[in-house]
């Protein structure tokens, strides 16, 4: 496994946990909060959403990282074809 793939794994893993926090903040919240249970629901309700949004923006965020890596390998990659083909026209090894 390359750095990147493991940057990006323990990124996801980040937002995962982040969002599983959010939600268990929540509840406990909600639990020890004496409320009705209409408003309990709509507590409820509202906590989920806002947690649902951050995930979104988060995972929004994780896919632009992606594809910032995703091109920055494209490009390492087309760089190292183009002097691999430097080297066979050449006929030999490129000097440092």
Known sequence: MTQEEQRNDGLLSL????GVGVLVGAAVALLVAPQSGEETRITIRESAEDALGGIRTSIEELRVKLDDVRSAV???GQEGGESESGLQASGGEQSA
């Open 15 to 18: 937002v995962a946990g982040i």
């Open 74 to 76: 494209r490009k390492r």
